[in-house]
């Protein structure tokens, strides 16, 4: 199966879901054959003066990740996911990294077809 | 959570002075100047900073001159012109946009770029409630970014208190700063006067909450000064379907409100505090929670 | 000359000094608006617009066949305009500061600059004095740019050589005024005697200052509040250069779009005095480096 990354606040599946996307703290890559995973730092998008979004996801993109579950995406981030293919799936903020992927494999996280954040130009 | 944001277009409607009287008038909420290269809210509600924090946004590159060649590579290719001498050549901060185009061509690998201190913010208490406000040093990069970082504060403190409502003292304008105030807020509110500036700049702000998609209403202060113009604005955002709030006419007690560190509504008699009082109401009723149909169109 | 008028506080007044500096100047100057967010200049002035033009920024545009993706545009894009996710590549135009990094540095020279609209420029007459003003496109945020270009129009040879230029600035004291008052031989803070009127002209000096540049103060409204900004001047060596009463009467000229050195009678006399002020102040070696630490 494709590989699920998913914006998280920490290093580990136990971490929260980091609900920002683009300021996340970082990114969870999950094998969901496996449950083998890794995480991505994404600490130079937190500091970015403008393009957060765009930078978090030219991050994902070059995981090879093709599904995002997240919090909020603004609308750049958004058209830039979309036109890597990635689907994404948003408002599974208030979980743990292992409880959103859990859910998304039982098919309980709709995939988003416009962006959830306006965006504030951060 | 909403949040109502205060705008001008224009200075000097009165646009602080009224934000204040708000937030006096105001229960439960969290305070935002969000204009953070002039920010005045903080001499009427002298807020005591509780933390400071640095602002760093962006970058600045600065020739080393003991490692520079002089061959002039840099100053051909800035298209700010900010590359200044050449013997050694100096890079004047004011004109730097921060690219990094010059520090990537450079043959001698001289130019450095460094992060930039160009502000600090503050959490703060302030006898209304706690308040969030910056001060950009002066002559830094107006940074929107610094905007998107206090309502983003703000936002936090007020989930972490359980309070639901923010209040902010736009900037002026409707460049970057503006637009970083504006977007994603639950209602703008526009200060205007009824003078020709005053109406031209009202106009300007409204087709960018427009842009934006932010529902807005319009208050005039001042509104004795002209007869004409002020009924003109009237109509106008009845012709455009925008929530009139009130009006108020020119009063001196601003000043001196002011001038002791008041707001108008604790300085003033009865009669100001009650139309105060009357257009802040008409702004909560404005503001309260839309419909789930019309939140959905929004986004 | 170049004389800005500007202020760190919105609505203490520019556009009212500016207007009637430009109507009593002894010879016909070039009145510019570079207040680009929220131009009210015009509103006054009146002037004939006999030009009109689009002012822009350059962008990238990328050659999707000649790109290898080798990401070097992307990685020193300091404003994230350019993305590579994947094999996709995608610009984001109303992100880019213009500067052209992307193009220079392409090995592939697969990026060309294109264009996006920040406003426009127009000019025109007022009388015998010439007028220039930028307006920004709504929605649009950058506004130095568009300063940059309007500033450009002037050094262009459109027949403004020669004259004395007066310049609105925008309020505040980033980098859209210090980008206003950058090339004037004289700034003029227009203030008014408030907490925040002193607030905000205190943040004006501290930024105007190391520009070097001979300043002065007009005060507006000048009996509606306190002597503190006298106080002020005073103690930082700012000059004093007039002082606009508060009367009902330039209230009401103001409000409906009238120059008040033309329409109330004590006024013109008032900025003939300040004419005469800023040129002396012209020739007086700046001591704006001493306040910057003021």
Known sequence: ?122 | MREILILSGKGGTGKTSLTAAFAHLASGLIICDLDVDAPDLHLILQPEKLETEHFLSGHEAIIRPDDCERCGQCADACRYDAIQGEDPPVINPLKCEGCKLCVEICPAKAIDFELNHCGDWYRSTSRFGPMVHAQLFPAEENSGRLVALLRQQARAMAEAKGLDLILSDGPPGIGCPVISALSGTDLAIIVTEPTVSGRHDLERVLELCKHFKIPAGVIINKCDLNQEQAEGIEAYCEKHQLSFIGKLPHLTAFTEAMIRGLTITEFSSNGVRESIKTIWDNILKLAAPKPVLDRAADD | MIVAVASGKGGTGKTTVSASLASVWPSPVVAVDLDVEEPNLHLFMNPDISAQDPSYIEIPEIDDEKCTRCRACTDICQFKAIGIFGEVVMTFPEMCHGCGACWTICPEKAITPGKRELGQILSGRSGPSAFVMGRLRVGEAMSPPLMRDVKRHLNSGNGYADRDIIIDAPPGVSCPAINAVMDADVIVLVTEPTPFGLYDLALAQQAFAPLGKPMGVVINRADIGTRDVYDHCQKTGLTILAEIPYQRDIAEAYAKGQIIAAAVPSMRALFETLVGQIKTLHGQPSMAREVKHA
Request: hydrophobic share 45%; net charge negative; aromatic share 6%.
């Open chain 1, 1 to 122: 199966m494709e590989k699920i990354a998913v914006s998280s606040e920490g290093p580990d599946m136990d971490a929260r879901v980091d609900p920002r996307f683009g300021r996340a703290a970082g990114f969870i890559i999950i094998d969901p054959d496996t449950m083998a995973f890794e995480y991505v730092d994404n600490g130079s998008s937190q500091v970015m003066a403008q393009g957060a979004g765009i930078q978090a996801a030219e991050i994902v993109a070059a995981t090879g990740a093709r599904v995002l579950l997240t919090g909020f995406v603004g609308p750049k981030a958004f058209q830039a996911l979309n036109a890597a293919g990635i689907t994404i799936g948003q408002n599974v903020d208030n979980l743990t990294v292992r409880e959103a992927v859990q859910r998304f494999q039982a098919g309980d996280v709709p995939v988003a077809d416009a962006p959830n954040s306006r965006g504030h130009r951060s």
